[in-house]
């Protein structure tokens, strides 16, 4: 049995003027959580993030997992949406992770996602963990880590990115992208910043940029017994953490009753 992990963290668009600032970090701070688990971990950054990059080592890291493996895949960085052009979206509009070369009109669509993550041999263990898009309500929480000030959004409005000619005159406003995509291509286990009706906020915590779902994520992680599940792991984050007045966004669990009681990255 393996285990490997592919974490993508990316702060630079160039061309979009929505940069960020705590993607990187996490997609850092989740290689060392997974490396210190025993994880191989491959990590793309910035500039190395481009959508055929993405592709190419999501596709690998699947596609060459045996019977018994374990691949998790992290993405920090903006979300979007493009207008659905088969059909198979309710809400007429296909989920999009941002890569490093958006400006140029690439996205990996949830669509692209899907085709990717069910290439993989029977008993591979697939979970995919996203700090993008998506968020919400408010309430209770511990905010108490965060530094002062309003986080920013890691959603990426389609007008920002897209041609005005791609875009029907309906579908120009700032509005989210919705987790059904995702969730259904998101392996055995998806775990999300926030609920489709919300954002996920990229911040700051004593100085140092990070995305909220991500540091709460890492220090529930921290303090888990060592056979804890991912359920176990989901009740720690939320709702003792998020969502906050500061952070209004509710981490979601996607996935099989029996795949939520696996063991944490095992």
């Known amino acids: 049995m393996t285990k490997k992990a592919l974490c993508i963290g990316i702060n630079d668009y160039p061309g979009t003027q929505n940069d960020l600032n705590g993607c990187v970090n996490d997609a850092n701070d989740w290689a060392a959580a997974l490396a210190a688990r025993g994880f191989a971990v491959t990590k793309l950054l ?8 993405m592709v190419s080592a999501m596709s690998g890291l699947i596609s060459g997992a045996a019977k018994g493996d374990t691949v998790v895949i992290t993405y920090s960085g903006h979300g979007t949406w493009v207008p659905d052009q088969n059909g198979d979206e309710p809400d007429g509009r296909d989920e999009a992770l941002c890569p490093w070369d958006i400006g140029s009109g690439k996205v990996l ?3 692209e996602i899907a085709v990717i993550f069910t290439n993989h041999a029977p008993g591979v263990r697939v979970l995919l963990i996203s700090d993008s ?3 919400g309500s408010v309430t209770r929480g511990d905010d108490s880590d965060l530094d002062p000030g309003m986080p920013r959004a890691r959603f990426l409005p389609p007008g920002v990115w897209m041609k005005p000619d791609a875009l029907a005159p309906a579908a120009k406003a700032l509005t989210l ?3 059904s995509g995702l969730s259904r291509s998101g392996g055995d286990l998806l775990m999300a910043g926030a609920k489709d009706s919300q954002f996920s906020w990229d911040t700051s915590f004593k100085g140092r940029p990070n995305g909220a779902f991500t540091y ?3 220090k529930a992680l921290a303090a888990l017994p060592a056979n804890a599940s991912y359920a176990d792991w989901f009740k720690a984050i939320t709702p003792t953490y998020l969502p906050t007045n500061q952070l209004p966004q509710d981490p979601q669990l996607f996935g099989s009753r029996t795949a939520k009681a696996w063991k944490v990255f095992s």
Do not use: N
Request: glycine fraction near 0%.
């Open 46 to 53: 910035d500039a190395q993030a481009t959508k055929a990059a």
């Open 109 to 111: 669509l949830d669509d």
């Open 133 to 135: 898009c998506h968020s």
């Open 177 to 179: 992208p919705t987790l």
């Open 216 to 218: 709460y994520a890492l």
